[in-house]
């Protein structure tokens, strides 16, 4: 079940376009602060402009001061970073495959995903010069400051593409 979630979302990711990248994690426990979303969570995309709430949820396994999200198949180590006021960069990794960024944005109860597409990185200059471009991959420059970069992101974050409730408060 927590498979056809985990697919679900990098799908929806990599169907809208690709999305900032890089070869190995960037942050590390070391750089978390505080934690917005932990335990488990209702999870709604959006569908003609409305949140529609999927049957399944997604639990957020604290380890240490990141999360394990597992499936039957696979385990993603998800690290969430402090950027400012209720913005924060969701750090996704996958044992061998590349890691993936996307902003999250606290709510009085869950929290929004916005996810960085390299369409959209592309019409920034600013965003897109500290970014290899190669087909439609956007990988992050190596000897970037990641979370400068990430927060001067904020503001060009387009509408949410996730919702995240903790589910005892879904219904």
Same mark, same amino acid.
């Given at each position: 079940?927590?498979?056809?979630?985990?697919?679900?979302?990098?799908?929806?990711?990599?169907? &809208? *376009?690709?999305?900032?990248?890089?070869? &190995?994690?960037?942050?590390?426990? %070391?750089?978390?602060?505080?934690?917005?979303?932990? *335990?488990?969570?209702? !999870?709604?995309?959006?569908?003609?402009?409305?949140?529609?709430?999927?049957?399944?949820? =997604? #639990?957020?396994?604290? @380890?240490?001061?990141?999360? =394990?999200?597992?499936?039957?198949? @696979?385990?993603?180590?998800?690290?969430?970073?402090?950027?400012?006021? #209720?913005?924060?960069?969701?750090?996704?990794?996958?044992?061998?495959?590349?890691? =993936?960024?996307?902003?999250?944005?606290?709510?009085?109860? *869950?929290?929004?995903?916005?996810?960085?597409?390299?369409?959209?990185?592309?019409?920034? +200059?600013?965003? %897109? +010069?500290?970014?290899?471009?190669?087909?439609?991959?956007?990988?992050?420059?190596? *000897?970037?400051?990641?979370?400068?970069? !990430?927060? #001067?992101? =904020?503001?060009? +974050?387009?509408?949410?593409?996730?919702?995240?409730?903790? @589910? &005892?408060? +879904?219904?």
């Amino acid at each position: 079940m927590m498979h056809r979630l985990l697919s679900l979302v990098l799908m929806m990711c990599f169907l &809208a *376009g690709c999305v900032i990248q890089t070869k &190995a994690p960037l942050f590390t426990d %070391a750089d978390v602060t505080d934690n917005p979303v932990s *335990g488990e969570q209702a !999870f709604f995309k959006r569908e003609s402009g409305e949140w529609k709430r999927s049957d399944e949820t =997604i #639990n957020f396994e604290p @380890s240490a001061k990141h999360f =394990i999200v597992r499936d039957k198949d @696979s385990e993603v180590a998800v690290t969430v970073v402090h950027l400012s006021a #209720n913005w924060f960069v969701m750090q996704a990794y996958e044992k061998d495959k590349p890691t =993936i960024y996307s902003l999250f944005e606290r709510q009085s109860e *869950g929290g929004l995903i916005h996810f960085l597409l390299c369409e959209d990185l592309k019409k920034d +200059a600013t965003a %897109a +010069a500290k970014l290899n471009f190669e087909n439609d991959l956007c990988i992050l420059k190596d *000897g970037i400051d990641a979370q400068s970069y !990430f927060t #001067n992101l =904020i503001a060009s +974050a387009g509408e949410p593409d996730i919702r995240l409730v903790p @589910s &005892a408060r +879904a219904d």
